[in-house]
């Protein structure tokens, strides 16, 4: 019963620390992508069975923040076209994008400032909404997702 306390408590700490169980997150990642969650763990750069420990709320955080990096950077890949489309050269791509990135992170942003990736999303965003919508559903999604809702900001701008 005690573990299951643990479990509760850390879970309700990925929500206050990632806006949502990382469990969640990453189940999303690998039916994008179509990988098992031991592929991803190697794209992520994190040992399957830590991942399966963060997954689980056996563990409540992602200690090295370049994995959860990776992590915010696949997330925002699955926003390009080509990938959400599921076309197999732009998933492996992507996967192979991030696996081999080295990201390094500030104290005041995570390392996935306006790259190239983002540019690609920011069109593919303005392509299928006005600005003014972009930026009514940032603030919609603002206190449970602060990250895709300054993304949103982002190409809700005039550019």
Do not use: C, H
Request: proline share 5%; charged share 30%; aromatic share 4%.
């Amino acid at each position: 019963m005690e573990d299951q306390k643990i479990v509760q408590r850390n879970i309700a700490l990925q929500r206050e620390w990632y806006g949502e169980p990382l469990g969640d997150r990453v189940r999303r990642l690998v039916v994008a992508f179509d990988v098992s969650q031991a592929f991803l763990a190697e794209v992520l750069g994190i040992s399957a069975p830590m991942l399966s420990q963060v997954m689980s709320g056996r563990r409540a955080k992602i200690g090295n923040p370049v994995v959860l990096a990776r992590m915010i950077m696949l997330e925002r890949k699955i926003l390009i076209p080509a990938v959400a489309a599921g076309n197999r050269e732009a998933l492996r791509g992507a996967l192979e994008d991030v696996r081999d990135a080295r990201p390094t992170v500030g104290r005041d942003t995570l390392p996935v400032g306006a790259g190239t990736d983002d540019r690609a999303v920011l069109a593919a965003l303005r392509e299928v909404a006005e600005d003014e919508n972009l930026v009514d559903a940032a603030n919609r999604l603002d206190p449970d997702f602060p990250a895709i809702a300054d993304l949103l900001r982002r190409a809700g701008k005039n550019s």
